[in-house]
């Protein structure tokens, strides 16, 4: 069973800040992606990194997938109020189908 | 371009009944894939239908069952409702295998 940990699981952080969320496993995927979930709504892709290394940036968010393509983090360069919300990553392990595993989360919170 | 629409968006049932749960895909897409995603959780697999055919499935038991219609709308199905089910229900659907999901709003059901 492919595992993703992600930490840490609550972060409360002032407007303006800067902050790294991060995503493990024990297992190599094919590609992984992050998404944000608001309360009440489903989750919405933000990226996907397939290459191991691989960089992305999305405006204020950096995304980053290990060389080893076991983990990944996601950096905000001065937060606001509106990336509030919960940060899913989730790793697609191949085998012919769509069977993502997603991390628990980290609910992160940013305060005016 | 119509997104994806489940529905009910809320339902509450008793333990020992049976529910169905529907998913509208965006159009154009063929892929359906269902997840359950308890409090505080994130979504789990359950399983995935590609045209029609059931496409790979999580560790759920056999009371969770689905179908995929010809316009490549989905249901999920579960029997003998138990208190662990009350969950948020999330379907996603692709253009195609392997291709970026995008999830609906969910349905939260409630098992008392």
């Known amino acids: 069973t492919q595992l993703l940990e992600q930490s840490p699981q609550f972060l409360s952080i002032q407007e303006g800040e800067n902050l790294t969320v991060y995503c493990n496993s024990s297992?190599?995927?094919?590609?992984l992606q992050w998404y944000r979930q608001e309360p009440g709504e489903g989750p919405v892709l933000l990226v996907t990194?397939?290459?191991?290394?691989e960089v992305k940036k999305l405006k204020r968010l950096t995304f980053q997938f290990g060389d080893a393509r076991k983990d990944s983090s996601l950096h905000i360069t001065a937060a606001q109020p509106g990336d509030t919300g919960l940060y899913l990553c989730a790793g697609e392990g191949g085998g012919g189908y769509q069977k993502v595993t997603f991390g628990i989360g980290t609910k992160l919170q940013v305060i005016p | 371009e119509t997104g994806v629409t489940q529905s009910p968006t809320h339902l509450i049932k008793t333990r020992g009944q049976q529910v169905t749960l529907r998913c509208s895909s965006q159009?154009?897409?063929?892929?359906v894939s269902w997840y359950q995603q308890a409090l505080g959780q994130g979504p789990q697999f359950i399983f995935q239908?590609?045209?029609?055919?059931?496409?790979g499935r999580g560790n759920f038991p056999p009371r969770f069952s689905g179908l995929q219609f010809p316009n490549y709308s989905s249901e999920l199905n579960v029997n003998a409702l138990e208190l662990d089910d009350s969950a948020l229900y999330l379907c996603a659907s692709s253009l195609q295998v392997n291709t970026e999901a995008f999830f609906g709003q969910g349905t939260r059901l409630t098992v008392v």
């Open positions: 990194v397939v290459t191991g290394g």
């Open positions: 159009s154009g897409h063929n892929t």
């Open positions: 239908y590609y045209r029609e055919e059931e496409n």
């Open positions: 297992s190599v995927f094919s590609s």
